[in-house]
């Protein structure tokens, strides 16, 4: 359940991290390279039990900007997008290789995620080979068990080519929205009308994927209370089995496309919050389940089952099924998670090509986690991820005692529950409908690479809300 309290939330509606990992990727370091991650991975592999893999694959490349975007994406002419295409292929096949060898063979792969810049950039054939690589280079999961996931761009395909990703073996879709009001959509370059995504959908439904997921943006430049609510009526109308709902970060100095919006053609303050309790409104309303952070899911959905039964997850993909996965990343900037190490490719896709094609990995920068770091990570997962905080679980897992080694976070925790955010006891915490939107303030009070808890202005991260 979610309370939404339009004063309370204006006033935590700081910049804080997303928490896809702790500590965030600000804090990884350029001393961390192969051999570091190299090591990482071997002594993962003589774990009691091998944890199974997760891979993350980015495909960097996109035929246009959205102004909105702030990910790490190449925009490519059409008319260069095959060889662009298979020349990038190349070297991420060899990547995979080179991954593929440091783990045990006998560590299956359960999940894989495409995202990009436009997964679907690559043209079938190229796709094709893609998943052919991995399915040469790791041991795959049987069929009934994979959660396989790829990233779609409406307008770069057809009914015909989402029957061909079902038959590659993906069973999951994740579909970019944002809008559907066409002055949106033009203000931010993306324009796809509703019925093309209804169509996609249909054929999705039609060839057996199990879930399909909606991206949608609140704060967008020209939407308006009633523009946003017709969005949200035809995204209801849709049945995805899972919706992504994210604030729109205005952030120009860092990403050169956002420059295209024009400040003044925002929602205020006072609308871009009222967007975002439409959203609410209306999702739960329709039946969806709040996950957490960003995201909704119908009932019968894995997602929200993982929610339900304490299973739920979450990494640089956003919330995961999967928590028992090591991850891979793969291709330029991807990011994994192997050990106790985060590590992290290179950015520059030059850098990338030189370090392949001398056979070695192209990692740049990460961090090896501290016992302090383990411990905190532990807890702001399970806040992101769970109602209810014990800290037993911690006391046991790491051996202290709660209230000594975290007596200044209590302190900041009771200053939640007085404005309700929690309800705090001796033996743990239970977050609140009001906190539950709220997610990240509470997570912050346990992140000790935050110099200032209270009014830390962090402009390297979004607002909260």
């Known amino acids: ?96 290789e080179l991954q593929a060898s440091l783990f045990d063979p006998g560590r299956e792969v359960v999940q894989l995620h495409l995202g990009g810049g436009t997964p679907t950039f690559l043209d079938d054939a190229n796709l094709a080979r893609l998943v052919e690589g991995i399915g040469r280079a790791f041991r795959l999961a049987r069929e009934e068990d994979r959660d396989f996931s790829i990233e779609v761009d409406p307008r ?6 989402i029957a061909l990703l079902a038959d590659l073996g993906f069973n999951r879709l994740s579909l970019g929205v944002q809008d559907f009001d066409p ?34 943006i609140y ?29 729109y970060a205005h952030l120009p100095q860092r ?44 009932p019968e959905d894995e997602l929200a089952r993982a929610f339900e039964g304490g299973r739920l997850h979450r990494n640089f993909n956003g919330y995961s099924t999967h928590p028992e996965c090591a991850l891979v990343g793969l291709g330029l900037s991807s990011i994994g998670f192997v050990g106790d190490a985060y ?54 897992r790491f051996d202290i005692v709660f209230a000594e080694r975290f007596g200044a976070e209590l302190k900041r925790l009771a200053e939640l529950e007085r404005d309700g955010l929690i309800e705090l006891g001796a033996s743990g915490f239970r977050i609140l409908p009001r906190g539950r939107l709220l997610l990240r303030a509470i997570a912050r009070c346990f992140d000790a690479y935050l110099a200032d808890q209270r009014v830390a202005p962090l402009p390297r991260h979004s607002r909260i809300i």
């Open 1 to 96: 359940m979610i309370a939404f309290d339009p004063e309370l939330i204006r006033r935590y509606d700081q910049p804080a991290p997303r928490y896809t990992s702790y500590p965030t990727a600000t804090h990884f370091r350029d001393d961390f390279r192969e051999t570091s991650y190299r090591e990482q991975v071997a002594s993962s592999n003589e774990d009691p039990i091998p944890r199974p893999l997760s891979l993350y694959v980015h495909i960097p490349f996109c035929f246009s900007p959205c102004f909105y975007c702030g990910c790490h994406r190449l925009i490519v002419h059409p008319k260069r997008a095959t060889a662009e295409g298979a020349e990038y292929l190349r070297r991420l096949i060899r990547e995979i």
């Open 156 to 161: 770069t395909v057809t009914p015909e080519r």
């Open 183 to 216: 002055e949106v959509q033009l203000a931010v370059n993306r324009i796809q009308p509703v019925e093309t995504v209804a169509s996609l959908l249909a054929t999705a439904r039609a060839v057996g994927f199990v879930s399909i997921n909606l991206d949608l």
């Open 219 to 247: 704060g967008l430049p020209n939407q308006t209370r009633d523009s946003f609510a017709r969005t949200l009526e035809q995204v209801v109308a849709l049945r995805p089995n899972r919706l992504a709902v994210y604030g």
């Open 255 to 298: 990403f050169a496309a956002q420059r295209h919006i024009p400040a003044e053609a925002l929602p205020d303050p006072e609308t871009r919050l009222a967007l975002l309790a439409i959203a609410v409104e209306r999702l739960t309303e329709a039946g969806y389940r709040y996950i957490g952070m960003d995201h909704f899911a119908l």
């Open 343 to 396: 590590a992290q490719n290179t950015r520059s896709l030059s850098r990338y090509y030189e370090a392949i094609d001398q056979g070695r990995l192209a990692i740049e920068r990460g961090l090896v986690l501290s016992e302090e770091d383990h411990l905190r990570r532990t807890i702001i997962q399970d806040i992101m991820c769970r109602d209810e905080i014990r800290f037993e679980a911690y006391e046991r």
